[in-house]
Nanobody
Framework: QVQLVESGGDSVQAGGSLRLSCSVS????????????IAWFRQAPGKEREGVAA???????SYADSVAGRFTVSQNNAKNIVYLQMNSLKPEDTAMYYC??????????????????????WGQGTQVTVSS
């Protein structure tokens, strides 16, 4: 079983930046030892969970159109951490942000990796609030 813990959420002004972290661990399994994909999702009150960005073990990345050019997903293999750097934040980015993992990774076909049902392991989330 894989455990994921998000951190870095905060309240910021519009135009500001935040960096979220997703720490990945497993009791008897080293997640980063075989092909994997980790994605970031977000969910605002009353809205469906939506995919934001994803990265795989070969550094292949995927982004939602709403965040492309503003958000960057990256990994630190040595520390088993995946980051989400969020710049030029907008009030509409306000949501609970979750990371999710899947081994092996889902298809690279456009949009697949940003679908919540492709992932079986989820963290508890970290809140991001952007004020205008």
């Amino acid at each position: 079983q894989v455990q994921l813990v998000e951190s870095g959420g905060d309240s910021v002004q519009a135009g500001g930046s935040l960096r979220l972290s997703c720490s990945v661990s497993g009791a008897t399994y080293t997640p980063f030892s075989s092909p994997w994909c980790i994605a970031w999702f977000r969910q605002a009150p009353g809205k469906e969970r939506e995919g934001v960005a994803a990265i795989d073990s070969e550094d292949y990345t995927s982004y939602a159109d709403s965040v492309a050019g503003r958000f960057t997903v990256s990994q630190n293999n040595a520390k088993n951490i995946v980051y989400l750097q969020m710049n030029s934040l907008k009030p509409e980015d306000t949501a609970m942000y979750y990371c999710a993992a899947e081994f092996p990774p889902p298809s690279r076909r456009r949009g697949v990796r940003l679908r919540p049902y492709e992932y079986n392991s989820w963290g508890q989330g970290t809140q991001v609030t952007v004020s205008s």
